[in-house]
Protein backbone atom coordinates (compact mmCIF):
# COMPACT_ATOMS: atom_id res chain seq x y z
CA UNK A 1 0.00 0.00 0.00
CA UNK A 2 2.88 2.42 0.62
CA UNK A 3 4.34 1.69 -2.84
CA UNK A 4 0.98 2.36 -4.20
CA UNK A 5 0.55 5.98 -2.02
CA UNK A 6 4.38 7.19 -3.09
CA UNK A 7 3.61 6.15 -6.49
CA UNK A 8 0.09 7.71 -6.91
CA UNK A 9 -0.20 10.05 -3.99
CA UNK A 10 1.20 13.40 -5.83
CA UNK A 11 -0.26 13.23 -8.62
CA UNK A 12 -4.23 12.17 -6.92
CA UNK A 13 -3.81 15.45 -4.82
CA UNK A 14 -3.35 17.29 -7.17
CA UNK A 15 -6.24 16.04 -9.61
CA UNK A 16 -8.23 16.89 -6.68
CA UNK A 17 -7.09 19.98 -6.10
CA UNK A 18 -8.05 21.15 -9.45
CA UNK A 19 -11.38 20.28 -8.57
CA UNK A 20 -11.36 21.54 -4.78
CA UNK A 21 -9.35 24.17 -5.24
CA UNK A 22 -7.94 24.05 -1.31
CA UNK A 23 -4.97 22.12 -1.22
CA UNK A 24 -5.75 20.57 2.51
CA UNK A 25 -9.28 19.39 1.38
CA UNK A 26 -6.84 17.93 -1.86
CA UNK A 27 -5.01 15.73 0.72
CA UNK A 28 -8.27 14.74 2.81
CA UNK A 29 -9.80 13.54 -0.23
CA UNK A 30 -6.81 11.60 -1.60
CA UNK A 31 -6.56 10.03 2.16
CA UNK A 32 -10.43 9.10 1.68
CA UNK A 33 -9.18 7.73 -1.62
CA UNK A 34 -6.60 5.32 -0.40
CA UNK A 35 -8.93 4.09 2.41
CA UNK A 36 -11.42 2.93 0.04
CA UNK A 37 -9.06 1.41 -2.40
CA UNK A 38 -7.68 -0.36 0.92
CA UNK A 39 -10.86 -1.09 1.66
CA UNK A 40 -12.16 -2.64 -1.77
CA UNK A 41 -8.28 -3.41 -3.08
CA UNK A 42 -9.74 -7.01 -3.88
CA UNK A 43 -12.53 -5.75 -6.08
CA UNK A 44 -10.04 -4.31 -8.52
CA UNK A 45 -10.10 -6.23 -11.52
CA UNK A 46 -7.08 -4.53 -13.67
CA UNK A 47 -9.77 -3.67 -16.37
CA UNK A 48 -8.01 -0.41 -16.00
CA UNK A 49 -4.99 0.57 -14.69
CA UNK A 50 -4.28 1.60 -11.04
CA UNK A 51 -3.85 4.91 -11.63
CA UNK A 52 -7.29 5.07 -13.84
CA UNK A 53 -8.84 3.12 -11.27
CA UNK A 54 -7.49 5.76 -8.33
CA UNK A 55 -8.16 8.67 -10.60
CA UNK A 56 -11.92 7.74 -10.77
CA UNK A 57 -12.03 7.26 -7.23
CA UNK A 58 -10.63 10.92 -7.04
CA UNK A 59 -12.96 12.36 -9.17
CA UNK A 60 -16.29 10.67 -7.60
CA UNK A 61 -14.76 11.97 -3.87
CA UNK A 62 -14.34 15.39 -5.32
CA UNK A 63 -17.89 15.51 -7.14
CA UNK A 64 -18.78 14.01 -3.39
CA UNK A 65 -17.31 17.01 -1.69
CA UNK A 66 -18.12 19.67 -4.22
CA UNK A 67 -22.01 18.52 -3.77
CA UNK A 68 -21.82 18.49 -0.04
CA UNK A 69 -23.55 20.53 2.23
CA UNK A 70 -20.30 21.31 4.42
CA UNK A 71 -18.64 22.34 1.26
CA UNK A 72 -21.10 25.08 0.19
CA UNK A 73 -21.23 26.56 3.36
CA UNK A 74 -17.83 26.60 3.76
CA UNK A 75 -17.80 28.61 0.40
CA UNK A 76 -20.56 30.78 1.56
CA UNK A 77 -18.94 31.73 5.13
CA UNK A 78 -15.48 32.27 2.69
CA UNK A 79 -16.90 34.67 0.33
CA UNK A 80 -18.90 36.69 3.28
CA UNK A 81 -15.75 36.89 5.48
CA UNK A 82 -13.55 38.04 2.46
CA UNK A 83 -15.75 40.75 1.47
CA UNK A 84 -15.89 41.96 5.40
CA UNK A 85 -12.07 41.51 6.11
CA UNK A 86 -10.48 42.44 2.46
CA UNK A 87 -10.52 46.21 3.48
CA UNK A 88 -10.00 46.81 -0.36
CA UNK A 89 -12.52 49.19 -2.34
CA UNK A 90 -14.48 47.72 -4.93
CA UNK A 91 -12.46 49.15 -7.34
CA UNK A 92 -9.46 47.59 -5.83
CA UNK A 93 -10.90 44.02 -5.48
CA UNK A 94 -12.11 43.91 -9.47
CA UNK A 95 -8.77 45.54 -10.71
CA UNK A 96 -6.65 42.69 -8.50
CA UNK A 97 -9.41 40.33 -9.69
CA UNK A 98 -8.45 41.52 -13.48
CA UNK A 99 -5.04 41.19 -12.96
CA UNK A 100 -4.91 37.56 -12.33
CA UNK A 101 -5.12 36.39 -16.32
CA UNK A 102 -2.98 33.10 -16.21
CA UNK A 103 -4.51 30.00 -17.85
CA UNK A 104 -4.64 28.36 -15.02
CA UNK A 105 -7.05 30.65 -13.28
CA UNK A 106 -9.24 31.06 -16.61
CA UNK A 107 -9.74 27.05 -16.23
CA UNK A 108 -10.27 26.69 -12.31
CA UNK A 109 -13.29 29.62 -12.98
CA UNK A 110 -15.04 26.87 -15.63
CA UNK A 111 -17.83 25.16 -14.83
CA UNK A 112 -16.92 22.02 -13.08
CA UNK A 113 -17.73 19.42 -16.12
CA UNK A 114 -15.83 21.97 -18.65
CA UNK A 115 -12.67 21.92 -16.46
CA UNK A 116 -12.65 18.57 -15.66
CA UNK A 117 -12.11 17.43 -18.65
CA UNK A 118 -9.52 20.00 -19.66
CA UNK A 119 -7.45 19.18 -16.98
CA UNK A 120 -7.88 15.39 -17.15
CA UNK A 121 -7.24 15.84 -21.10
CA UNK A 122 -4.43 18.11 -20.56
CA UNK A 123 -2.32 18.34 -17.42
CA UNK A 124 -3.16 14.41 -16.95
CA UNK A 125 -2.76 13.34 -20.29
CA UNK A 126 -5.52 10.82 -20.43
CA UNK A 127 -7.00 10.22 -23.23
CA UNK A 128 -11.24 11.21 -24.21
CA UNK A 129 -11.77 7.87 -24.17
CA UNK A 130 -10.43 7.32 -20.46
CA UNK A 131 -12.06 10.13 -19.78
CA UNK A 132 -15.46 9.09 -20.96
CA UNK A 133 -14.64 6.17 -18.52
CA UNK A 134 -13.67 8.24 -15.44
CA UNK A 135 -16.71 10.17 -15.71
CA UNK A 136 -19.02 7.78 -16.80
CA UNK A 137 -19.98 9.61 -19.98
CA UNK A 138 -19.77 8.95 -23.67
CA UNK A 139 -16.60 9.57 -25.52
CA UNK A 140 -18.48 12.22 -27.55
CA UNK A 141 -19.53 14.14 -24.13
CA UNK A 142 -16.65 14.04 -23.61
CA UNK A 143 -14.97 15.71 -26.69
CA UNK A 144 -17.99 17.93 -26.85
CA UNK A 145 -17.29 19.27 -23.62
CA UNK A 146 -13.71 19.68 -24.40
CA UNK A 147 -14.17 21.46 -27.22
CA UNK A 148 -16.83 23.88 -24.83
CA UNK A 149 -14.24 24.35 -22.67
CA UNK A 150 -12.09 25.32 -25.38
CA UNK A 151 -14.59 27.86 -26.74
CA UNK A 152 -15.15 29.15 -22.76
CA UNK A 153 -11.11 29.34 -22.38
CA UNK A 154 -11.07 31.63 -25.98
CA UNK A 155 -13.12 34.15 -24.88
CA UNK A 156 -11.51 34.80 -21.46
CA UNK A 157 -7.98 34.47 -22.00
CA UNK A 158 -5.72 36.52 -24.18
CA UNK A 159 -4.41 35.12 -27.53
CA UNK A 160 -0.91 34.32 -26.61
CA UNK A 161 -2.01 32.13 -23.49
CA UNK A 162 -4.22 30.26 -26.12
CA UNK A 163 -1.59 29.26 -28.20
CA UNK A 164 -0.35 26.55 -26.05
CA UNK A 165 -3.97 24.86 -26.15
CA UNK A 166 -4.71 24.46 -30.30
CA UNK A 167 -6.39 21.98 -31.20
CA UNK A 168 -4.82 18.49 -31.65
Same mark, same amino acid.
Given at each position: ??????????????????????????????????? #???? $???? %?? *??? +??????? =???????????? #???? $???? %?? *??? +??????? =?????????????????????????????????????????????????????????????????????????????????
Amino acid at each position: MKKIMDSHGEYLIRLAYFYVKDWATAEDIMQEVFI #SYYR $KSAQ %FE *NRA +SLKTYLS =KITVNKCRDHLR #SWKN $KRSL %FS *NSI +SGLISSG =KSPEETLEQHTNQSNLTNKILELPIKYREVILLFYYQEFTSKEISELLNCSENTVKTRLRRAKDLLREKADLKEWEGMQDE
